[in-house]
T-cell receptor, first 116, second 115 residues
Framework: DSGVTQTPKHLITATGQRVTLRCSPR?????VYWYQQSLDQGLQFLIQ???????AKGNILERFSAQQFPDLHSELNLSSLELGDSALYFC???????????????FGPGTRLTVT | AQKVTQAQTEISVVEKEDVTLDCVYE???????LFWYKQPPSGELVFLIR??????QNEISGRYSWNFQKSTSSFNFTITASQVVDSAVYFC????????????FGAGTILRVKS
């Protein structure tokens, strides 16, 4: 158990819908990262938050957005869903950002999204 | 740009065989970090090791060992006396502080260990 929790574990929804994925980082970790794992794209970085602020962005679609709340949990919002958005979405956390030694990122169990 | 290549898509071995998973990376940075993660059939990503670019010492942890060679930009992972429980997808990843610590993953290598 990494200490990172993600809910829900599975999500099945229809095209055009909107869903919210939730992540709680390990106790004390300030950074939260979101990754998408799909068959055709592999594991790709989406976005990072540090202590409530966006710090880095990857190839995240405009239909996707995220935020980190004061209690440090994070939510990833996916809207106007398409079949190609079906993937495993991981959240990871780490305690530091931009310091001399980036800590390893601990991953949550993932949310498997199926768009039908 | 950073890139990680895991040329071995799938490897099958028989239990107790040794197996090496290859990882080749590209980066223009002098300070970077390399990682290995394991993804068992249950789907979670399990951290195995982190290595910074200034530490080329090889590391051994039980049946696992890692060989980091800057001269060839490689960070290979060897499992000695493989077991069925080692069956998983293994990912090599690269990061640098400038990129906000985001991980750039290789495509992964599927390891199948048969009894």
């Amino acid at each position: 158990d990494s200490g990172v929790t993600q809910t829900p574990k599975h999500l099945i929804t229809a095209t055009g819908q909107r869903v919210t994925l939730r992540c709680s980082p390990r106790s004390g970790d300030l950074s939260v990262y979101w990754y998408q794992q799909s068959l055709d794209q592999g594991l790709q970085f989406l976005i990072q938050y540090y202590n409530g602020e966006e710090r880095a962005k990857g190839n995240i679609l405009e239909r996707f957005s995220a935020q980190q709340f004061p209690d440090l949990h994070s939510e990833l919002n996916l809207s106007s869903l398409e079949l190609g958005d079906s993937a495993l979405y991981f959240c990871a956390s780490s305690p530091s950002y931009g310091t001399t030694d980036p800590y390893e990122q601990y991953f949550g169990p993932g949310t498997r999204l199926t768009v039908t | 740009a950073q890139k990680v290549t895991q040329a071995q898509t799938e490897i099958s071995v028989v239990e107790k065989e040794d197996v090496t998973l290859d990882c080749v990376y590209e980066t223009r940075d002098t300070t970077y970090y390399l990682f290995w993660y394991k993804q068992p059939p249950s789907g979670e990503l399990v951290f195995l090791i982190r290595r910074n670019s200034f530490d080329e010492q090889n590391e051994i942890s039980g049946r696992y060992s890692w060989n980091f060679q800057k001269s060839t930009s490689s960070f290979n992972f060897t499992i000695t006396a493989s077991q069925v429980v080692d069956s998983a997808v293994y990912f090599c990843a690269l990061t640098h502080m400038e990129y906000g610590n985001k991980l750039v993953f290789g495509a992964g290598t599927i390891l199948r260990v048969k009894s």
